[in-house]
């Protein structure tokens, strides 16, 4: 059966076969029942590139474009180290990085696959660059 943004949202609901788990459980066994019985571990908890990339859909559809593109970063960066994301966030702020460092941080999110991400911190150098918001 296809996805379609604008009828099968909530997904736990309405389509819960297309919701995955980072530990490969099927998401009808994340019951109430099973965390009190303590067979729910947080890696059945976190979400997937998948599910956020459903997000996204579902997010355009109604006409919630700049949610979607977060739900869309978001997809891309569920495998990057939660320390290499902390990392880019704090370069993000302003006056704390100069033009090269983000361009550097930009160029390892390409490599990683995250183009929409850097597309986003390519985007903010420029903004930054403009307002006078660069180190340095």
């Avoid at 819960?16 to 303590?38: H, I, K």
């Avoid at 590139?49 to 891309?76: F, I, K, M, P, W």
Wanted: aromatic share 4%.
């Amino acid at each position: 059966m296809r996805f379609d943004p604008t009828t099968d949202y909530p997904l736990g609901t309405h389509r819960p076969d297309l919701v995955d788990t980072p530990s490969g459980r099927p998401f009808s066994e994340l019951t109430l029942d099973a965390a009190r019985a303590g067979n729910v571990s947080a890696d059945d908890l976190r979400a997937t590139s998948g599910t956020l990339a459903l997000q996204s859909e579902v997010a355009r559809a109604a006409g919630r474009g700049q949610l979607a593109d977060n739900l869309a970063r978001a997809a891309e960066l569920v495998g990057v180290p939660d320390s290499e994301v902390l990392e880019i966030y704090t370069a993000l702020r302003p006056g704390r990085s100069t033009a090269a460092e983000l361009e550097e941080a930009a160029v390892r999110l390409d490599a990683i696959g995250a183009k929409l991400t850097a597309a986003f911190v390519r985007e903010a150098a420029g903004v930054y660059a403009d307002r006078g918001l660069l180190h340095g």
